[in-house]
């Protein structure tokens, strides 16, 4: 009974929209790009990639703020070194945190109003920086 309310309780709180691409197109090939599960939810973002003890080369998380806000990050209970890409309502690069300590309770702030937040892999976002402009539907689409 135990390991099943232990399981329910991942089931729950992982990411359960479809996974989406997000691009970071300055220049060809884009600067990054990778498929993201999205975190929506209060319990999804909550959640986040705590406790994996891996992530696939071009995958991320997605984290959704709506409406935008003042946004701070932790690495509690999570287990890989990770950059995380701010980004505006604008869908601009706000800040880019680059090899984030796993396991810190540090707060890494977002130093500004945010409207999403992706993590990916510690160094998959070194040629991200901030001003440029993200791409992902629906939040964010591309030109025309």
């Known amino acids: 009974m135990r390991l099943f309310a232990l399981l329910l309780l991942f ?12 691009r970071i197109p300055a220049g060809e090939p884009p600067v ?28 991320g998380m997605l984290f959704i703020y709506e409406p935008p806000r003042a946004v701070t990050m932790w690495m509690a209970n999570t287990l890989i070194p990770l950059d995380m890409v ?8 706000l ?9 810190s309770r540090e707060r890494i702030p977002a130093g500004g109003e945010t409207r999403l937040v992706l993590e990916v892999n510690a160094g998959v976002a070194a040629n991200v920086a901030p001003g440029m402009r993200v791409v992902v539907s629906p939040w964010c689409p591309g030109p025309g």
């Open 11 to 22: 089931t729950s709180t992982a990411a359960t929209a479809d996974p989406v691409d997000v």
């Open 32 to 59: 990054l790009a990778v498929t993201a599960e999205v975190a929506e939810s209060p319990a999804e973002r909550r959640e986040g990639l705590m406790h994996r003890e891996s992530l696939a080369a071009e995958a």
């Open 95 to 103: 800040r880019v945190a680059r090899d984030t300590e796993p396991e």
């Open 86 to 93: 701010f980004i505006a309502p604008d869908c601009r690069v």
